[in-house]
C-alpha cells in the first residue's frame, strides 16, 4: 500500500508496567523492532520512542513509524497527534495496537473504527485525532474471572499459562500489522479472522 503508517503501541511507562497485560501493544512494536534490528529513540515534539523504517522489501518497502507513548495509556492522544502531524500521516493510515478484555487471550483481531470498549488509551487517541476511523490490532487478553476489578487484570501480568504462548501471540500480531501496512484491512482481515484459535 501507498503512504506512511504509524504504528502506536499501548502501554504504561517503566518497569513496574513492563510485563503487564495492558501493555501488550508496546511488546508487539518491540518484537516488530527486533525483527528489523531497530532502536527506538526519543521523538521530535512528541512524548514517544520512534523508529523510522520500512516494512516488506528492504530499501523499497512500504514507510512505516513504530511508536510507543512515553505517557501513560491515558494520554496516549497527544504523542498519537503529535506524530501524525509530524511525520504527515492521516488518521486512517494509523494503526493502534493494544490489549482487548473483550477477546479471548490468544486471539488477534483487525478493525477499522468502532467504540473505544471502556479502554482509555483509545478513547483519548480518538478524541485527539477527532476520529475513531483509524485502524485497530486488537490483541485479546480475555476478561478476569471470579470479582476482580478489569483494571486490576490489566494491569496484572500474564499467567504463568498465558506466558506459555505469549511469544506466539505477539508474533500473531506482528504479523498482521505487517499485513496491514502492505496488504490492507480487508485482505490482513481475511487471513487473521480465519485462524483457529491455539
Not at 55 to 81: D, F
Amino acid at each position: 500500500m501507498d503512504g506512511t503508517h504509524l504504528v502506536i503501541g499501548l502501554g504504561n511507562p517503566g518497569p513496574k508496567y513492563a510485563g503487564t497485560r495492558h501493555n501488550v501493544g508496546q511488546m508487539v512494536l518491540d518484537r516488530i523492532a527486533a525483527s528489523t534490528g531497530g532502536s527506538f529513540r526519543t521523538a521530535r515534539r512528541a512524548q514517544a520512542v520512534v523508529i523510522e523504517g520500512r516494512m516488506g522489501v528492504p530499501g523499497r518497502g512500504a514507510r512505516t513509524i513504530l511508536a510507543k507513548p512515553t505517557t501513560y495509556m491515558n494520554l496516549s492522544g497527544g504523542p498519537t497527534k503529535g506524530l501524525a502531524d509530524f511525520y504527515g500521516v492521516s488518521p486512517e493510515d494509523v494503526i493502534v495496537v493494544h490489549d482487548d478484555v473483550d477477546l479471548p487471550f490468544d486471539t488477534v483481531r483487525l478493525k477499522r473504527g468502532g467504540g473505544e470498549g471502556g479502554h482509555n488509551g483509545l478513547r483519548d487517541i480518538s478524541k485527539a485525532l477527532g476520529t475513531r476511523g483509524y485502524l485497530r490490532v486488537r490483541v485479546g487478553v480475555g476478561r478476569p474471572g471470579g470479582r476482580q476489578d478489569t483494571a486490576d487484570h490489566v494491569l496484572a501480568p500474564f499467567s504463568a499459562t498465558e506466558r506459555k504462548s505469549l511469544e506466539l501471540v505477539i508474533g500473531d500480531a506482528e504479523d498482521a500489522v505487517e499485513a496491514l501496512v502492505l496488504e490492507g484491512l480487508t485482505a490482513a482481515q481475511q487471513r487473521f479472522h480465519a485462524k483457529e484459535t491455539r
